[in-house]
């Protein structure tokens, strides 16, 4: 059974930081492309960053580069967004997303979420 877990999602104050993470089972990690998007209310889901699947290649929304940082343990089958500087329109729910690529091709799967709000 396909399964991402994210977790870490929390109230934080404005310029704070925060770390979630996304943890599969149920299919080969290292063959998929892991990618972050978020969701805020009234707004269409958007990709915020994406990394390749041997790690190391990395793409961002220009409204979080210099600030998220995307990674990836292929032997934890987890994948991180470290989120730094954080601003009240980074409020959203936070999706984890698994493309796969290759051999994989055509798979796509997607965690429930988990909700990163910032506010004093």
């Known amino acids: 059974q396909v399964q991402l877990v994210e977790s870490g999602g929390v109230l934080v104050q404005p310029g704070g930081s925060l770390r979630v993470s996304c943890t599969a089972s149920?299919?080969?990690?290292?063959?998929?492309?892991m990618n972050w998007y978020r969701q805020a209310p009234g707004k269409e889901r958007e990709l915020v960053a994406g990394i390749i699947s041997r790690g190391g290649r990395t793409n961002y929304a220009d409204s979080v580069k210099g600030r998220f940082t995307i990674s990836r343990d292929n032997a934890k089958n987890t994948v991180y967004l470290q989120m730094n500087s954080l601003q009240p329109e980074d409020t959203a729910v936070y999706y984890c997303n698994a493309e796969g690529v290759g051999l994989a091709y055509g798979n796509d799967y997607w965690g429930q979420g988990t909700q990163v709000t910032v506010s004093s």
């Open positions: 149920g299919f080969t990690f290292s063959y998929y492309r």
